[in-house]
Nanobody, 126 residues
């Protein structure tokens, strides 16, 4: 059974930092682009960041550029999202996802991702 399991969420004050992890099991995603998405209260799921299979290509939403960093460790089948200078508006459930197709480029499109985790809650207080 393929699983993506997120961890590292929590409650943090504005200006603080969190590091999210996404561990895959059941198969390897070392050849797949991976992404992070966020769903705020009453909002649609939106793109946060994505990374290609090698880590050499990264894509960020404009709202998080310079503050968030996506990375991966293929030996551990794990993807990370380092979040710094957190703001209340980034509060939500953060989902990890694996894109369909080996060696595909990272994309902002929700529909391009086939595998999804259950999410981890991030709450930033003002």
């Amino acid at each position: 059974q393929v699983q993506l399991v997120e961890s590292g969420g929590g409650l943090v004050q504005a200006g603080g930092s969190l590091r999210l992890s996404c561990a895959a099991s059941g198969r390897t995603f070392s050849s797949n682009s991976m992404g992070w998405f966020r769903q705020g209260p009453g909002k649609e799921r939106e793109f946060v960041a994505a990374i290609n299979w090698s880590g050499g290509s990264k894509l960020y939403a404009d709202s998080v550029k310079g503050r968030f960093t996506i990375s991966r460790d293929n030996a551990k089948n794990t993807v990370y999202l380092q979040m710094n200078s957190l703001k209340p508006e980034v509060t939500g459930v953060y989902y990890c996802a694996a894109r369909t197709g080996a060696f595909s480029v990272p994309t902002m499109s929700v529909g391009a991702y086939s595998y999804w985790g259950q999410g981890t809650q991030v709450t930033v207080s003002s």
